[in-house]
């Protein structure tokens, strides 16, 4: 379990200022920070709120979270459009995690976009 002075799991600062916001609904101001609170979700295991944070067009029924992934490591790789004044924006990130399999690297370009003024997940693709 993570506390509010714990350093946040996508590398920011403290999650009481960093994720834990978003966590408890307050809206990213862009679509890297949206980006980061989604990794550290996936680290802490917050389904709703990844499907919460998911467009209406992309977003599955459920999510089936691996228990045996744990996520180690957060880097944003690039940026393209995303600020607060944007309706679209793109995020490259490495996500670096560890299993019973062992080490392993997720590498994206992830698309956001607004849906009722909140930067939400689109879709990825895999970077190679």
């Known amino acids: ?3 509010a002075d714990d350093r946040c799991p996508c590398g920011g ?16 101001v862009t679509a890297e ?8 979700a996936f680290a802490l ?5 990844l499907l919460a944070t998911w467009a209406d067009a992309t977003r599955p029924r459920d999510l089936d979270l691996d228990d045996r992934v744990r996520w180690r490591r957060l880097q944003i790789v690039d940026t393209a459009r995303g600020s607060a ?6 995020v490259e990130f490495r996500a670096a995690s ?3 399999d062992g080490a392993g690297v997720l590498h994206e370009r992830s698309r956001f976009v ?13 970077v190679d």
């Not at 600062?13 to 990213?28: E, M, S």
């Not at 920070?33 to 550290?40: I, W």
């Not at 295991?45 to 709120?49: E, M, P, Q, S, T």
């Open 1 to 3: 379990m993570i506390t």
């Open 13 to 28: 600062a403290t999650y009481a200022t960093c994720c834990g916001p978003l966590h408890d609904g307050a809206p990213a």
């Open 33 to 40: 920070a949206l980006m980061r609170s989604r990794y550290s």
């Open 45 to 49: 295991r917050l389904d709703a709120y």
């Open 85 to 90: 004044d944007d309706t679209t924006g793109v």
């Open 98 to 100: 560890r299993s019973a």
């Open 114 to 126: 607004r849906e009722d003024g909140r930067w939400v997940y689109l879709d990825g693709e895999i």
